[in-house]
C-alpha cells in the first residue's frame, strides 16, 4: 500500500514505526464502528477523535481520542480538565477549528497546534491503536506510548 501525506511523513521523520489500512470513505459508512470494520480491527480498538468545548470564554478546544465504539461523557471530561461545563462541537466548528474534514480528524495532523489532547485509558489495554491518518479513507496504526508521546496525550477516563 503506498499512502502518503504529512501524518506518515511525520511519523517516517521521527522514525516511528505505524502501519497505514486505508477504505473506502463515504459519508454513509464514516463512524469509527464502520470504519473498524471496514479495516478489519476490533470496534474497541479503532479510536475517534471529537473536539470538545469549554463553555468558558477564551477557553482551546480539546482534542478527545476514545474507543470507536464508546461515547464520549461530557461530565467526566469536564472533571479530567477542571472546566465547569464541555460541550462537543458541532461537525463544521470542528472543521473549522482544525482545518480538517470530520471522518479525517487526527491528533497526529494537530502537533503543535495548540490542542490539548486527552486519550481514554482504555488506550493501555492495547500496545497499537489504530486512528485517522489525518484524511478520510486512512486510519495509522500506531503504538499508544508514541501515540502519547507525540502529541502529549493526557490519559482520562472520560468514555
Do not use: C, W
Request: no cysteine.
Amino acid at each position: 500500500m503506498d499512502f502518503t501525506n504529512n501524518v506518515t511523513r511525520m511519523l517516517e521523520g521521527k522514525r516511528i514505526v505505524y502501519t497505514v489500512h486505508t477504505y473506502p470513505y463515504s459519508e454513509e459508512l464514516h463512524s469509527a464502528t464502520d470504519v473498524a470494520d471496514a479495516i478489519g480491527f476490533p470496534q474497541s480498538q479503532v479510536f475517534k477523535t471529537l473536539v470538545a468545548l469549554d463553555v468558558a470564554p477564551g477557553q482551546k478546544p480539546a482534542l478527545v481520542v476514545i474507543p470507536g465504539d464508546q461515547s464520549l461523557d461530557l461530565k467526566a471530561l469536564a472533571k479530567a480538565t477542571g472546566s465547569k461545563k464541555m460541550q462537543m462541537a458541532a461537525r463544521a466548528e470542528a472543521e473549522r477549528l482544525t482545518g480538517l474534514l470530520a471522518g479525517g480528524i487526527s491528533p497526529l495532523a494537530l502537533i503543535n497546534r495548540g490542542f490539548v489532547v486527552y486519550l481514554d485509558d482504555r488506550a493501555k489495554a492495547f500496545s497499537t491503536i489504530y486512528i485517522s491518518a489525518g484524511e478520510r479513507g486512512a486510519q495509522v496504526g500506531i503504538g499508544v506510548d508514541d501515540l502519547v508521546k507525540l502529541t502529549r496525550a493526557r490519559y482520562v477516563t472520560i468514555a
